[in-house]
């Protein structure tokens, strides 16, 4: 943070966010409205970005394996909805099952990722995939009891969407909602993404933490320096994974619906995008990086959804935002190779 | 002969900040040019602009004239200068790791067979392997080195890599003037020689040789001319004959060096660690079957040709490599070398590859001079919580790095500036006060004063010296700096093979050490 500097993504990002917003403004919209969905989408969306920090530092790079994280919340969500539980008990008892799960998941995922040191961006993106089809049969096959959470007809196999309204929608939204006219600040969701990142930036300030840093560093300082590289490495990655657990619960609460199946695989690209556009290299990330990122990203997807509907034609959002969150992958891709050569 | 190179009041300056000031150069065909001067005193920009580095023209050109072989030079990319019969020889290595040596020297100017060169064109042509290596094989032959030339640079020493580099340059027909950056300085004595004498040959077939170096007692050795640079300008030069190390070294910092001296002592005190049959698998420098004593609060120095296993005995100590055999620490065998258990044993390595191994470049200086005190001892450590979460205690360690700032005189603008913004000598120091601050009683350093300046490197040695005498720390220097161990150490043994050859005293004669590194028993009254 402390020598933050801006790059050439970040202003690309920049100009078009005010082009949006000009644009926004030029077709009349609410832009308060607008702003105070964008908090929202914010912290909807930011704790999964956060995710990808422990691994980033540790030297593992970009977690293209947050399905499995997410799949560990989700199947944590789906408990908490079997039991019926409401209201923020239900919340936080499906981050509880949710952490267990993950923590589970990632220290296999861990395991694996330490037998392909060096190659666990392409190694993640895999087992992301894999862990996808062989959850359709757990939703399939899985003993759920809540006949709301089934399919209608049949009674047997979980619904590829499953409303959250009638047990924990938005009470993280909803609670400590501070209205200044038509301006809505959602304390509560804030202070709760507050609290993630400032348990993050605890983390870093510990043992474990500084030897998570020193090892993204340089590997073998930090094994001559006396610290199990296996474990620190194995410890980030739980980490990352239960963060991704913590993620998908926010997300779900916010959005309304635990959405199953296929929806987690496409989950960790806009998340890997938004750290991008924060400035992340691949490398050490702060994280104040990943909460700009997420902001910017979220933000432009926000616009561009009511803007493209107003003057383009409304299928146009959904290639806007694939195109927008896959070429700055890309980009940063091309950007780091750049880097390599040059040092 | 003729001026290949002609360099006229060339300047250069980084962002306002003078990086050369009006620099004249010439070097003729045939001839050995050489430039020293202190770390930062312009010599790597000289290259960079030389060789048509982007860097130098996207920072906003250079003022000055220069002329090749007769024509102004206005490069604009390395391809091109190459292509005008330029050739250079980094620092850092530029060899593909997964070819072969063979392939590496002949890499763009393979030799095809005939016919197919007819069916499909050169470019499209089958490699005459045999061939290719028969020539590479010539041109390495021509620096004085031996190796299978189907060997993957990946499985090379250092060494042989340096050679690997010159040779895929010098391979090349059409070369008039090749640029060496410290091509010595990660070669042993004994290569280096033989190194200077390809040069030598290289020259005489009119050749034109641009050679940067630290040491000395080379550029005096073969240099037709010398330029010395401080601070980015010119300021003397001379020619063979009135060349002599003192005058350099005066030059290259602007006054006298005190050499470091320890007196010598015989020390025969209980033994601090004993290695028995100890093999270390490190590729390119194993150690096989080695015995070695090294007694409490001596100096013991571990020389020989680089590929005969010296770095290895720290590595193999701290279980970065597998190993074999007995270690015997304070009368007790340790079982298996874990890096955190032997440093709480009292236990310290610092490698030689300082940029890849030794530091946290991105951490600032505090960081790094606390960083294993904290994970290994939790010396920093507050109090609460028990260690598992292990705060820092920032007050307890700003007392701590300010003192060691200033005792070592590391110079940073603050302990809060990254390491990688300090030169090679002071971050040399950051490790040793890293090293002291886990108190070790018996620290390993490798190669203590490579790659920095000449006036640092004393001041290094006799850092060293003090921590001996006043910390009574065991210290066994892996160096290939013959005349520094001879300075510093109370014993100076020497490997070849892997294994201890000789044990040897600073006051040897040089033809012993000589014998000794070549691995030949020396008879002598």
């Known amino acids: ?343 | 002969m003729g001026n290949i190179l002609e360099i006229k009041n060339l300047s250069k300056s980084y962002n306002g900040i003078p990086a050369l000031t009006k620099v004249n150069l010439s070097v003729k065909a045939g001839e050995i040019h050489g430039i020293v001067g202190a770390n930062g005193s312009g010599k790597s920009t000289l290259m960079n602009i030389l060789f048509g580095n982007p860097i130098i023209r996207e920072t906003g050109g250079y003022q000055g004239k220069i002329a090749y072989a007769g024509k102004s030079l206005q490069a604009k990319s390395c391809a091109e200068v190459i292509r005008m019969g330029m050739g250079m020889v980094h620092q850092e290595f530029a060899l593909l790791p997964d070819l072969t040596i063979g392939e590496n020297i002949k890499l763009g100017r393979e030799e095809t067979y005939q016919f197919t060169d007819r069916l499909f064109g050169k470019k499209l042509s089958f490699i005459d392997r045999k061939r290719n290596d028969t020539s590479a094989a010539r041109v390495l032959k021509k620096l004085g080195i031996d190796v299978d030339v189907g060997v993957k640079i990946i499985n090379l020493s250092t060494n042989t890599r340096q050679f690997v580099e010159i040779a895929r340059e010098i391979a090349r027909t059409d070369l008039k003037l090749l640029l060496l950056d410290e091509p010595t300085a990660v070669l042993s004595k004994d290569d280096a020689s033989n190194l200077i004498e390809a040069l030598l040959g290289l020259a005489k077939d009119g050749l034109g040789i641009l050679f940067i170096s630290h040491r000395l007692e080379e550029v005096q050795q073969i240099c037709d001319r010398v330029t010395v640079f401080r601070d980015g300008a010119v300021v003397s030069q001379y020619h063979k004959g009135e060349i002599s190390v003192n005058n350099l070294a005066r030059d290259m910092i602007g006054h006298t060096v005190q050499l470091a001296n320890a007196t010598k002592r015989a020390m025969k005190t209980r033994p601090a660690i004993r290695f028995q049959q100890f093999s270390v698998a490190m590729p390119g420098e194993e150690i096989k079957d080695l015995d070695l004593t090294v007694f409490a609060g001596e100096i013991l120095g571990l020389t020989g040709l680089s590929g005969h296993g010296k770095l290895a005995l720290g590595y193999g100590l701290m279980g970065m490599y597998p190993v074999a055999g007995e270690v015997i620490y304070e009368n007790k065998k340790i079982d298996t070398l874990l890096a955190k258990t032997n440093i709480l044993k009292g236990m310290y390595v610092l490698p030689d590859d300082r940029q890849a191994l030794g530091i946290l470049p991105e951490h600032s200086v505090a960081e790094n001079i606390i960083f294993t005190g904290n994970q290994v001892k939790d010396m920093f450590s507050r109090n609460f919580g028990r260690s598992f979460l292990g705060f820092i205690d920032q007050k307890k360690a700003h007392r701590y790095v300010d003192q060691v700032v200033q005792d070592f005189s590391i110079k940073c603008s603050s302990p809060k500036q990254k390491l990688k913004e300090l030169s090679g000598g002071n971050q040399q120091k950051v490790c040793l006060a890293r090293a002291l601050t886990v108190n070790p009683q018996l620290l390993f350093v490798a190669e203590p004063t490579r790659g920095i300046d000449i006036s640092a490197k004393e001041k290094i040695l006799n850092l060293l010296i003090d921590i001996n005498r006043t910390k009574h720390t065991t210290l066994v220097i892996a160096s290939s700096e013959l005349d520094e161990l001879k300075r510093v150490c109370d014993r100076i043994a020497v490997m070849v093979n892997g294994s201890i050859f000789k044990i040897l005293f600073p006051d040897s004669p040089d033809l012993e050490f000589g014998l000794a590194l070549a691995g030949e028993e020396g008879t002598y009254a």
């Open chain 1, 1 to 343: 943070m402390r020598n933050y500097k801006i790059k050439p993504p970040q202003i690309i990002i920049l100009i078009f966010l005010m082009i949006l917003v000009l644009l926004a403004y030029v077709l009349q919209m609410d832009l308060v409205i607008l702003f105070n969905e964008s908090l929202t989408k914010l912290v909807m969306n930011g704790v999964l970005v956060l995710a990808l920090i422990p691994m980033l530092n540790v030297g593992a790079g970009m977690n293209f394996g947050l399905p499995v994280g997410i799949v560990g919340g989700l199947v944590g969500l789906c408990i908490a909805v079997n039991f019926r539980l409401t209201g923020f008990f239900g919340f936080f008892m499906s981050l509880f099952f949710s952490l267990v799960i993950c923590a589970i998941l990632g220290w296999i995922y861990g395991r694996l990722l330490n037998r392909v040191k060096g190659r666990e961006e392409i190694a993640g993106t895999f087992i992301g995939f894999s862990m996808i089809p062989l959850m359709n049969y757990f939703w399939t096959l899985a003993p759920f009891q809540n006949r709301q959470m089934l399919y209608p007809i049949g009674g047997q196999g979980l619904r590829p969407k499953i409303s959250l309204e009638p047990y924990f929608y938005n009470v993280l939204d909803n609670f400590c909602l501070l209205k200044i006219g038509a301006l809505e600040i959602p304390l509560g969701l804030l202070a709760f993404y507050a609290l993630i990142c400032l348990f993050l930036y605890l983390f870093f300030r510990t043992k474990s933490g500084r030897a998570t840093l020193a090892t993204g560093e340089n590997e073998a300082f930090a094994r001559l320096s006396g610290i199990d590289i296996g474990r620190i490495r194995l410890l980030a990655i739980v980490l990352s994974t239960m963060l991704a657990g913590i993620g998908i619960c926010v997300y779900a609460q916010s959005y309304g619906f635990i959405q199953l199946y296929d929806e987690p695989l496409s989950m960790a690209f806009p998340a890997i995008s938004a750290v991008l556009i924060g400035g992340s290299t691949g490398r050490r990330t702060w994280i104040f990086e990943a909460v700009l990122g997420a902001y910017l990203l979220q933000t432009i997807y926000l616009l561009t959804v009511p803007i493209a509907n107003e003057i383009l034609i409304p299928e146009v959002t959904e290639i806007l935002r694939t195109f927008i969150t896959y070429s700055i992958i890309l980009y940063a891709l091309l950007y780091r190779d750049k880097r390599g050569i040059s040092h």
